[in-house]
């Protein structure tokens, strides 16, 4: 199947400061990625969806500003965590859709804010 | 509301017994429903899809999926377990077609024994 990637696979910032998450797919064109984020032991959540050249539609209760996405192209999306707090440490996944095809998961990051 | 009700968060079965993964949904319109694997330190992979066909899904790795309207059930089985099959499970539903946006359960944590 597709392969999706992210970069970093894990990272560490310190209060405050932003953090950028790249997905890309690597061997197709995503018209749609998403963004999810995973707590412990919990399940996915959706937090955006992003089409190429698009403005990111976010869920509700997602804070936009906080969360910035770029969809610069169909094979790269970027997750900037802005002002980050130590409660934004979580388990950030994205996907990468075919239009009316299968969507494909990248591996995750783990982001620790101390 | 569309939801995703996993029963059971960690499953444990011994080597070649039935494996057997709960999941019940929610949806006022006819969804598709989904099993996704996910191993450690990677994406989540598509086991299976229902999408308003056959009930009654086949999978890859011998994997297999009944959906059932009346009880708002998609159960994933699968005849004899295997220890490469130890890893997490996530049902999910799309409510609204093919377009990506997937809700997901809490996750089922399938533990295979010698």
């Known amino acids: 199947g597709a392969v999706v990637s992210q970069h970093p696979s894990w990272v560490i910032c310190k209060s405050g400061t932003s953090v950028k998450i790249e997905c890309r797919s690597l061997?197709?064109?995503?018209?749609?990625m998403f963004w999810y984020r995973q707590f412990p032991k919990q399940s996915l959540m959706l937090m955006a969806t992003?089409?190429?050249?698009?403005?990111?539609?976010?869920e509700q209760g997602v804070e936009k500003d906080k969360f910035l996405i770029n969809h610069a192209s169909l094979t790269l999306s970027t997750l900037t965590v802005t002002s980050a707090h130590p409660e934004d440490s979580s388990f950030y996944i994205c996907?990468?859709?075919?239009?009316?095809?299968?969507?494909?998961f990248g591996p995750g990051t783990r982001l620790t804010v101390t | 509301a569309q939801s995703v009700t996993q029963l059971g968060s960690h499953v444990s079965v011994s080597e070649g017994a039935l494996v057997l993964l709960r999941c019940n949904y929610s949806?006022?319109?006819?969804?598709?429903l989904f099993w996704y694997v996910q191993y450690p330190n990677q994406g989540l992979q598509l086991l299976l899809k229902?999408?308003?066909?056959?009930?009654l899904v086949k999978g890859i790795n011998g994997f297999e999926a009944e959906f059932k309207k009346s009880e708002t059930s998609f159960h994933l089985t699968k005849p004899s377990a295997h220890m490469s099959d130890a890893a997490e499970y996530f049902c999910?539903?799309?409510?609204?077609?093919?377009?990506?946006?997937?809700?997901f359960g809490q996750g089922t944590t399938l533990q295979v024994k010698p």
């Open positions: 992003s089409n190429e050249g698009s403005k990111a539609t976010y």
């Open positions: 999910a539903v799309s409510p609204s077609g093919n377009t990506g946006k997937l809700i």
């Open positions: 996907s990468g859709k075919l239009a009316g095809g299968e969507q494909y």
């Open positions: 229902y999408t308003s066909a056959a009930t």
């Open positions: 949806s006022s319109v006819p969804p598709y």
């Open positions: 061997d197709f064109q995503a018209t749609t």
